[in-house]
Each structure stands twice: as C-alpha cells, then as structure tokens.
C-alpha cells in the first residue's frame, strides 16, 4: 500500500529556517517524481517545489525560489524540503505529493499521490 509521510513541521519565527521530511513506502521510489504544495486557510493548493527521480533539475515556485531547497535521498526513500529565512506568507499545510513517471509537474491535478499534510507556521 502506497503511502507518503511527511514529518517536519511546526511553529516557527520570521527569518527561522526548518526542514521537512517525506518518507514514500511501498512501492519504487525512483519511478516517481516528487514534490511539495502549500495550502494556506481559504486558499488554492499551491506548487512549491518538485524534482526528478535522479534529484536533477528542481523546479521551485515563485515566491521560495532562493529560500526553498528540495533533495531526495533515494537508498532511503526519502524527500526533503530545506525552507530558509521563512516568512508569515510560507504558513500553511505543506503536502508530499508523487507523479508517476519522469517529468516534473506544478499543478495538483497532475500528482498521483498525497501525503496527508504537516503543519508549518511562521509567526511574525
């Protein structure tokens, strides 16, 4: 049984840094391209950041490119998201999401699975 979970989050201050995890189990990690989306209260999911099987070239949202760092670490099925100098604007519940296949994506309805969210805010 497929299953994405994600580990990491919590409360942070303005300009704080924080890493969240995603551990993938139950199937071919490599087979999958791997991401992050953001939801804050009353909004759309939003693209984050996504990355290849091979952990080459990420793509990142607009507003983390140059804060937001993502990686993989494939012998342990693993995803991370290395979140730098973090903004009041970055709360929200951020979800691990996988894509059957080899390209990249940035909209939801092109993911195959979802975690089920960690909690990150940032107080200002």
């Known amino acids: 049984q497929v299953k994405l979970v994600e580990s990491g989050g919590g409360l942070v201050q303005t300009g704080d840094s924080l890493t969240l995890s995603c551990l993938d189990s139950?199937?071919?990690?490599?087979?999958?391209?791997m991401g992050w989306f953001r939801q804050a209260p009353e909004t759309e999911r939003e693209f984050v950041a996504s990355?290849?099987?091979?952990?080459?070239?990420?793509e990142y949202g607009d507003s983390v490119k140059g804060r937001f760092f993502i990686s993989r670490d494939n012998a342990k099925n693993m995803m991370y998201l290395k979140m730098n100098n973090l903004k009041p604007e970055d709360t929200g519940v951020y979800y691990c999401?996988?894509?059957?296949?080899?390209?990249?994506?940035?909209?939801?309805?092109?993911?195959?699975?979802w975690g089920q969210g960690t909690q990150v805010t940032v107080s200002s």
């Open positions: 139950g199937r071919a990690f490599t087979n999958y391209a």
């Open positions: 990355i290849t099987w091979s952990g080459s070239n990420p």
């Open positions: 999401a996988a894509k059957f296949g080899t390209a990249l994506f940035d909209i939801p309805s092109q993911i195959t699975d």
